[in-house]
């Protein structure tokens, strides 16, 4: 049994011990306030943060955006496209590469080799297979393995094969045709199992560059005639060109019945004018080529008032539009251009050309 005074004890030492607790408590309350009054009013030794580079951010601007057209120069840049022509019988292309010389060393002399760099000697055909090119083929910056497909007229597909580097010949009197395929320094090209287009120009490329992008096009007439474009092909043409139109050539067809054709146009004064045109179900494109009259020579040296003959490569659709590849013959050259679409016509794609000297 507790007595009074013990219970006056015990309720004093509850007091105090109570007491104590609360300071207790409160001291460690005060401390999170403290430190939560310093943390914000910021009282602490400031130390010194180590300098920093800004971040900019350079937002892109329309002069670094890049334009339909440098999207297609950078296509043609990028991919295995170059152009070619066929020796007599159809067995054979040439890529013509002026503009190197050969190795210095006497041809009779066998160079130092290295198992890496085997010496081969002159090609023989009847060596087949096997052959291995000179090292200095690649000092000239092309690449002739890349090249495995020849698209010929109409876009006539063969599979074809490096086969070597051909030298110049004294004989070589610069003419680029089937007479003088072989005095033309270049790289050859083997076609086996079917015959090439003789003498004819031809784009070099590989299967994955154009294969699945190649739309199929043929002559419009019996043996390659060109006829004239229907009359109200005429006149719609005549009607968004705003001008006379003196005739035509439907150049191509395709398979889903849209033509590609030539104009030539009436004469203004001493401006003369003719047009590459792809009409199609969903559009309508045209190259444009002005020129000022010349009895002789408008568009060609000594080809008259006449724009030339036209003959359709290659008709291709990519995500950036269509592209058109034709050979443009006249006296004493033969060019091979490239079109593609641009802003709703057809643009000349400068670094895709040839020329063939061939009076």
Not at 84 to 89: L, R, V
Not at 125 to 133: K, M
């Amino acid at each position: 049994m507790i007595s009074v005074n013990g219970c006056k004890e015990m309720k004093k030492t509850s007091i105090l011990l109570t007491a104590f607790m609360v300071v207790t408590l409160f001291a460690f309350a005060g401390c999170d306030l403290l430190n939560n009054t310093i943390i914000q009013e910021g009282v602490f030794i400031e130390e010194e943060e180590p300098e920093t580079e800004p971040i900019v951010i350079e937002l892109p601007t329309s002069d670094q955006e890049e334009s339909a057209e440098l999207v297609w120069e950078h296509r043609f840049a990028t991919k295995p496209m170059a152009f070619g022509f066929a020796n007599n019988d159809g067995s054979k292309l040439i890529h013509v590469l002026y503009g190197y010389e050969g190795p210095d060393s006497d041809k009779d002399e066998e160079p130092e080799t290295t198992e890496n760099e085997p010496y081969v000697g002159d090609y023989d055909e009847d060596e087949g297979d096997g052959f291995v090119p000179n090292n200095f083929l690649e000092e000239t910056g092309f690449d002739p393995d890349m090249y495995t497909l020849a698209v010929g007229p109409f876009g006539a597909l063969w599979p074809i094969n490096f086969s070597k580097w051909q030298d110049e010949t004294p004989q070589n009197n610069d003419r680029e045709n089937a007479n003088n395929f072989k005095n033309l320094p270049g790289f050859i090209f083997v076609q086996k199992g079917w015959k090439l287009s003789k003498n004819t120009t031809h784009l070099l490329t590989d299967m994955d560059t154009l294969i699945d992008s190649m739309l199929s096009i043929s002559p419009p007439g019996w043996r390659g005639n060109t006829p004239p474009m229907a009359d109200e092909t005429v006149a719609s043409i005549e009607k968004h060109k705003e001008r006379k139109v003196e005739w035509t050539k439907t150049l191509a067809v395709t398979s889903d019945e849209s033509l590609i054709g030539l104009v030539l146009f009436e004469r203004e004064g001493n401006d003369m004018l003719f047009s590459i045109v792809y009409m199609g179900e969903d559009k309508t494109l045209f190259w444009d080529n002005h020129a000022v009259y010349d009895e002789n020579s408008t568009w060609r040296v000594d080809a008259g008032e006449e724009p030339g003959s036209f003959e359709p490569l290659v008709l291709a659709r990519f995500d950036e539009g269509l592209m058109l590849m034709l050979t443009w013959n006249a006296p004493g050259e033969e060019l091979a251009i490239t079109l593609y679409e641009n802003e709703g016509v057809f643009v000349q794609a400068e670094g895709l050309t040839s020329v063939r000297n061939m009076p």
